[in-house]
């Protein structure tokens, strides 16, 4: 069980390599629940830069989410987002178990 509400999905869309131009070929897709909020954050990603990001996905535990992965969200108008994540972070508790995975798209 989660720490928040998780009462919305996200689909994640995984890369299956490449084809011969370079551009990844897509694998298969994983729908998971999540908890979404469209908010302005600026966070700092594994490069060292600053980046804005729109939109804070919170997973259960430690989720299977990878910078290469999209992530997929359709919202309540039927407004779809599609991005790669900027900052992946997982949210410990006091033993150091991962409870959440915060997302920044």
Sequence with gaps: MAIVPLRQKV???KPDGEDEWGYPIEGETIEKDARVDE????VTNP???EKVT???IMLD???????EDEIEFTDEL???TKR???KIEPVRDIVGRAILT???L
Excluded: W
Excluded at 61 to 67: F, I, N, R, S
């Design 11 to 13: 689909k994640v869309h």
């Design 39 to 42: 908010k302005t954050n600026t």
């Design 47 to 49: 490069a060292g830069e």
């Design 54 to 56: 729109g939109m804070e």
């Design 61 to 67: 535990g430690l989720a299977d989410v990878e910078y």
């Design 78 to 80: 039927d407004r779809t």
């Design 84 to 86: 790669k994540p900027e």
């Design 102 to 104: 915060v997302v920044y």
